[in-house]
């Protein structure tokens, strides 16, 4: 209750290179009340999390020492702290590679401040939310509930074949975080059909014949090119 | 004779003139008279073969002062350069010359007979018909001992001026003149021949040798070819034409300019079949085509590299040792021509890896100098605006930064795009697409620009999924888009269209505009174009993004107008198989 009335500023830690962004994500960080540690250096960054807790990290792919996708796979080994990557527009095997190697979210560099603090916020809320949930999930004309498996749209019952539950329960699991095509595959199909992305493109465009049925309604699956499909999410 | 052999075999690895001189005055002293006159005719062609050899040795040594052969070689014996030419007149030549010297020489015992009496003058024709043999061939040889037997007889052995013969002894003497005259010059055409084979093997191997010393020197295709082409010229005295095989397709034949014997297009005809079939056409191997034109193809037993045509000069008949080494030149022509091309194609490899390093180092770092302070200027702009305490005017200015953050993010974009498909480095990632799938990524994408235009899907239902790439199809689309909202009204209608006629899908972006003016719709997919009267602003890149960034993939883009009025552009791409799909059991 306490913590609620006056919460105890949550740390983000900036690793980037550039000094003026290290400057900028300060000062924004710090407006939205978060406590700010910065990094100018993959080897650095990595010694400050080891050092001292984040509530979430971000981390610019381009360093010039080591090879982001190597921080966030060795930081993987010891620590579950989100992870939000900055990187470029055309890049997509990089934001691929950054979100296969366990990275939560990423941002496409130039990035607007208030889309990097919603990422940061869904990302920690998803952290911290653990495995506890609530078993039925509400977004928009959708309700599903993930215990008697039972799925409906504006009240009325949708039928979904075994496949296609399976991936909207990963998108449930998973609401407002992007799932690449691999991690897709491999949970639902399995690791014999991680690049079968057919699969992907057919079921999609039936959960969405099915679920996406008010076609003014905001969209409950956005694809993000190259990279793989996120769920709207319900919190935000 | 087994003297004179011995002297000349064993003299000839190591010799000089000199010390054959001296040689020959310690054996002089010694062997019989036929010995002496057969060392001094052989000690002339044993000089000869000397001096042949020190101009070749003389040839290095300029060679290595960096002279070409041509001028190490000395002008006044053209034989020397054209080794094989071949002399029908010969044959001819030598019959006269055997006769001549039957007439001399019976001349010569006319004058001599009152003081040498008929026997000896037996020997002084014998004398001749040796003589005779060092110079001429076998045929000829023979006409002069039957010339001469025939001669002594009619004009010496009494009877005189009639072919009877009176005496056993002189019966005898005839007979054993025949015998000796023939077995001298029986053996003597032999030791000919022998020294002739030896002559035209070392003239062979000393033209193969120049031959490869001169390839060996070239700098560049082109020099080799011109090498090859004055090399073979010189040494069959021909006119040579090359032909090379464009670069694509490898049929065609182009001829090397540099050639001193213009085909014209039956002979190039010849020259592709010879090319096709990998066999040569001549008139020393197969079925004369033309006399004296040989077309052989450049091969070393893998591709061919082009063709050699010879056409000898004056026109005759190549003999099978020219045959022999002109197919030997033709080879190592082909060897270099081939070692050449390879090292060509390693460093045009290398150069290429090179530059496209560099190319990609450089927008590398341009893309990331660029969206850096874009990056810093849109986190200061949506910071200071969210940080709440703005006055309305500071407000709309955060908003104008914003809108112009973003207008330069796309023009930073849009020149990245463009260098990567200048620079070749589009390299389409494909995979399974649904076009609607796109559609909607690139609508959501260009959103912004669209708020002030009505925007109609007409997209076809279950269309194929097809192979393409997501990222850069979406892009294409988003130009397009952005494209239509920039030339048409604000409140105007932007349609955009997919559908599928089997083979093709076809994505159409329509609007309500002015349309293109004439003559525009193939040049505004051209870099930088702008339409004459384009309002001002773009950069003249989407347009020819959306055909770099299409064609990398395999699809065609187009642009026109509306029967009715407006513009229409549309991406044409490929329905290839359709994919793999285990359906699940419902």
Redesign the interface.
Known sequence: MNTEVSPVALSALVIDD?T??QR??T??LE??GYRVATAGTGQEGLAMIAHNRHDVIILDL?LPDVNGQLVLQQLREWTQTPVIV?T???A??EKVGALDAGADDYVT??????E?LARMRASIRRANQGQSREPVFNLGDLKVDLATRRVAVRGHPVKL???EYALLRLFILHAGKVLTHRQLLQEVWGPSHQN????L??Y??RLREKLEADPSAP?LF??E??VGYRLADPAG | MPHALGAFSSRNASGTVEDLKAGDVRHLRRINFFGMIFMRLLFSFRCRLLARQQVIEQGLRLDKMATGFGDARPSGNPRADQMFVPNRKTAWFEYGVSFATFGLVSLLNLSLNPWLGYQAIALVYLLAVVLLALFVGRGPILFGTALTALGWIFLFVPPLYSFHINSFYDKMMCTMYFVVALTVAHLMAGLRAERMAEQNREERSRALYLFTRELAAAADRADILNRVISQVGKVFNAEIAILLPDHSPRENLAVFPKGTWTLNDSERNLAAQVFSQKAPIGNSTHPPTQAAEVYLCLSAGGAAEGVLAVRLQPPAKLTSDQAKLLEIFARQTALVLERQRLRDAEINTRLLVESERFGRTLLNSV??EL?????????????LR??GSLSPIQERLSAEI?AA?ARL?RVV?SL??AA?IQSGQVRP?L????I??VF??AL?EAGEVLLNHRVEKCVEPNLP?IRA???LL?QALVNLLVNAATYTPAGSQIQVCARCDGTEILLEILDNGPGLPDGQSERVFDLFHRAPGAKPGGTGLGLAIVKGFVEAQGGRVRAGNRPGGGALFSIQLPVGES???AE?P?
């Open positions: 550039e003026q962004i900028l994500l000062i924004a407006a939205a381009g900055l470029v527009n055309d997509e095997a560099k130039p990035f607007n401040t208030a990097l074949t075994a496949k079968d992305t057919q699969y493109r057919v999609l465009m969209p956005f694809t090119p190259g | 893309s990331h969206r850096t302070p874009l990056s810093a200027i849109s986190a200061a702009a949506t910071t969210d940080s914003d953050t993010n974009q990245l795009s990567r990632n995979d399974w697409c649904d609607s799938d909607r990524a959501r999924l790439d997501f990222t979406q994919p793999q799909l699940e419902a």
